[in-house]
C-alpha cells in the first residue's frame, strides 16, 4: 500500500509547496493566505466553495491543505486519505502528525492540515506554523466578536425588560434596574437571564 | 470531587444515550460527571479522542476497527468498550431516480431489498455515485453489501463519496450524488426538504448492524478502570430507558434540545419510534428494528462485529486478513463488557462470538442468567459469516 501512496503523487521536489486552504469566509480565508505568503514562496489557493470539494481538490492536486478544524466538510477531505483498491487517487492526504507537539498546537487552534504522504517535515513545518499564529488570531477576533454580541444582545435585552417594567408597574427606570437585579441576586441568576424570563413571558402574556 | 469525563458526540439520533446519561442522571449516579462535546465531523471526533482532548466518542463502529489498523488520516489504538445503538440509517435516492423507478415497474415498497436494489441499478445504469458520512462507516459497508450482493462492486461503477451527515440534503439536492445513506434524523429531513425519498431502511440490509459504539484510547481504559467501570453502567443504564417504550417521547424532547440536535422533535420522533415517512406527505410505515438501543444485546460489543467489520475494510484496503481480525477481535472489548456490567441486570451472552447473519428471526439462546433471545441478525441475501474461533 505504501508503494502505491508514493506512486500515485509524483513531483519535482524542487518546485514550489502547493497549498489548498478550505474556508468559506473570503475575509478569514485572506488572512490565512497572507500569513502564508509572510512565510515563504508558496502557490497557495482557496476554496471557499464545499460543493464537489473532493474533486476540486483532486485536480488541484494540493501538497498541503489547510481547513478549519470545525468545518464539516473534512470528512469529504478524509475520503483522500482512504487509498481504496480499485479507485487510485491522485492525492493521498494525511493529517499531519511528523511532529506530535506540533499537530497538538494545531488543533489547540482549530486548525487541521492534511499533508501529502511523504512530504518532509522542514518542508512542512513554517507552513503549520503560519496557519496556526493565523488561527489563533482568527479565533480570537472571533471570540472578541462573539463577547461583544453578546454584551450587546444582553443590554437591549436588560433594556426591553426594564421598559415592561416602567409600563406595567408604573416605577421610574432606576426602581426598574434596582427590581431587576434584586430578582437576579435572589435567584442566584444574572440579569439578563431575568430579563429574558420577563420578556418571554410578556410575549406568551400578550 | 467527582472526577470528570468529556465525551464527544455528532448530532444524531443515536448519541442518545450520552444525552440521556447526561440529562437524566445516570452518570451522576455512577459518581462522575459527564461532559459532551458536539463535535462537527466524525475526523475532528477522531483527531480528539486520538490526540486525549476528549476521553470517549461517540462513533461509527468501523471508525476504532480502522483507527488500529492504521488506516485513514490519524491513527490510534482505540477500543469499543459497547454498541450504542444497532441500525438506524436509510438509503435515499433523488426524486427523479425514484421517477424512474416507479416508471420501470418498481413497486414503491419500503422494505424491499431485491426489488429496490434491481431498479436503482436499472433506473441509473449501474453507474452511480453514493454519499456516505465516513470512508469507514456501516453506511458504506451496506451498501457495498447491498449493491455488491446484486452484481455492482465498488470501483466499477460504484462512486462512493464522503459528505458529513447535515450536508447530505444539500448535496444530492445539487446533483452531487444519486443516492445516499445516511443516519436519522438526517434522512427524514432530506424527505421534508423534498430533495430525496427514502428507499430502503438499513435493517433490510442487515437486520442487527453495530451502528454506533463508544470508543475510547486502549491505554486510558486501562489506565483508568474504575471511570471505565462507571462510563460503561451509565450508559448501559442509559440504553435501557431507552429502549422503554414510555420514554420515547422525553427521550426525542431531550435529543430536539440546541445544545444536542437543534431540530424539531417531530423529526425526531420517526427514528425513535421506528416509523419512518419515506416521501412527503406519505403516511409513517412501521419497520421493525429500525434503530435499536437495548434488547437482543444491542449494547454487547461482540468480538465477530469486529471481526466482520475488519474482513470488509481489510478487504478494501489491501491488508492481511488474519492481522486485521487480530486487531478487530481486540477492539471490541467483551471482557470489560463483562467484568463492568455483572451486577447490574445486564444480561449476558454465553459466548463473546456469533454466527453474524444466522438468526432469521428472533431467537432464545443460552446465556449466563439462562436465556436470553438474540436476533433476527439476517443478511438480506441470507450470507452468513463465520470468522471460527
Known amino acids: 500500500m505504501a508503494a502505491r501512496r508514493g506512486a500515485a503523487y509524483i513531483r519535482p521536489v524542487s518546485s514550489k509547496l502547493r497549498i489548498t486552504v478550505v474556508d468559506a469566509d473570503p475575509e478569514r480565508a485572506h488572512m490565512i493566505v497572507d500569513g502564508l505568503c509572510e512565510a515563504g514562496d508558496f502557490e497557495v489557493t482557496v476554496l471557499g466553495d464545499d460543493t464537489g470539494l473532493a474533486r476540486k481538490l483532486a485536480d488541484l492536486a494540493p501538497d498541503v491543505v489547510l481547513i478549519d478544524l470545525a468545518n464539516p466538510s473534512r470528512d469529504t477531505l478524509e475520503q483522500l486519505s482512504v487509498a481504496t483498491g480499485a479507485n487510485s487517487r491522485p492525492v493521498a492526504m494525511f493529517v499531519d502528525r511528523s511532529d506530535p507537539e506540533m499537530t497538538r498546537a494545531a488543533i489547540q487552534a482549530g486548525l487541521s492540515a492534511y499533508v501529502v504522504d511523504g512530504l518532509k517535515k522542514e518542508r512542512i513545518k513554517p507552513v503549520i506554523d503560519a496557519a496556526i499564529t493565523r488561527f489563533h488570531m482568527l479565533s480570537q477576533m472571533r471570540s472578541e466578536l462573539n463577547a461583544a454580541k453578546a454584551a450587546l444582545a444582553e443590554r437591549k435585552m436588560i433594556e426591553r425588560a426594564k421598559g415592561l417594567l416602567i409600563q406595567a408597574r408604573g416605577i421610574s427606570e432606576d426602581q426598574a434596574y434596582a427590581l431587576l437585579r434584586k430578582t437576579a441576586m435572589d435567584q442566584g441568576k444574572k440579569v439578563a437571564e431575568v430579563a429574558q424570563a420577563l420578556i418571554t413571558a410578556a410575549e406568551l402574556l400578550k | ?389
Not at chain 2, 8 to 33: T, Y
Not at chain 2, 276 to 295: D, K
Not at chain 2, 307 to 315: G, L, N, P, Q, S
Request: proline share 6%.
Open chain 2, 1 to 389: 470531587m467527582k472526577p470528570r469525563l468529556t465525551a464527544g458526540f455528532l448530532p444524531l439520533v443515536d448519541c442518545a444515550p450520552l444525552v440521556v446519561a447526561h440529562e437524566l442522571g445516570f452518570a451522576e449516579r455512577e459518581g462522575f460527571q459527564l461532559d459532551l462535546v458536539k463535535q462537527p465531523s466524525w475526523s475532528a471526533i477522531r483527531d480528539m479522542l486520538a490526540l486525549g482532548h476528549i476521553e470517549a466518542a461517540h462513533m461509527l463502529s468501523p471508525m476504532p476497527v480502522a483507527m488500529s489498523l492504521g488506516l485513514g488520516g490519524l491513527a490510534a489504538r482505540v477500543d469499543v468498550l459497547m454498541v450504542l445503538s444497532v441500525n438506524g440509517n436509510s438509503m435515499g435516492v433523488t426524486p427523479a431516480i425514484a421517477e424512474r423507478m416507479r416508471a420501470n415497474g418498481w413497486s414503491g415498497a419500503f422494505n424491499a431489498p431485491f426489488e429496490t436494489g434491481k431498479h436503482l441499478i436499472e433506473a441509473t445504469g449501474g453507474e452511480i455515485r453514493l454519499g456516505v458520512p465516513f470512508p469507514f462507516s456501516m453506511h458504506a459497508e451496506l451498501f457495498h453489501h447491498w449493491l455488491g450482493a446484486l452484481g455492482i462492486s465498488a470501483g466499477e461503477a460504484l462512486d462512493v463519496r464522503t459528505i458529513p451527515p447535515p450536508r447530505m440534503a444539500d448535496a444530492i439536492g445539487a446533483g452531487e450524488i444519486d443516492a445516499f445513506c445516511v443516519g436519522e434524523p438526517w434522512g427524514s429531513l432530506a424527505v421534508e426538504t423534498g430533495v430525496a425519498e427514502l428507499v430502503l431502511p438499513g435493517s433490510a440490509i442487515w437486520a442487527f448492524a453495530p451502528e454506533k459504539v463508544l470508543a475510547v484510547r486502549h491505554e486510558w481504559c486501562e489506565a483508568n478502570p474504575e471511570l471505565t467501570r462507571g462510563l460503561m453502567r451509565a450508559i448501559h443504564a442509559a440504553s435501557r430507558w431507552l429502549g422503554t417504550p414510555e420514554n420515547r417521547m422525553m427521550a426525542s424532547e431531550l435529543l430536539a434540545r440546541s445544545d444536542y440536535l437543534d431540530l424539531s422533535d417531530t423529526i425526531i420522533d420517526r427514528a425513535l419510534t421506528w416509523t419512518i415517512q419515506p416521501r412527503p406527505g406519505q403516511i409513517g410505515e412501521r419497520v421493525e428494528n429500525f434503530q435499536r438501543f437495548h434488547g437482543g444485546a444491542a449494547t454487547f460489543p461482540w468480538r465477530s462485529q469486529g471481526a466482520w467489520i475488519a474482513t470488509h475494510i481489510a478487504a478494501r484496503a489491501g491488508i492481511a486478513r488474519e492481522e486485521a481480525l487480530r486487531v478487530a477481535r481486540a477492539c471490541f472489548r467483551s471482557d470489560l463488557y463483562r467484568a463492568n456490567l455483572t451486577g447490574t441486570g445486564a444480561d449476558m451472552p454465553g459466548a463473546s462470538e456469533k454466527l453474524e447473519g444466522a438468526l432469521p428471526r428472533a431467537t432464545p439462546v443460552a446465556s449466563v442468567r439462562g436465556e436470553m433471545i438474540l436476533g433476527p441478525d439476517a443478511f438480506f441475501d441470507g450470507q452468513v459469516f463465520d470468522f471460527g474461533t
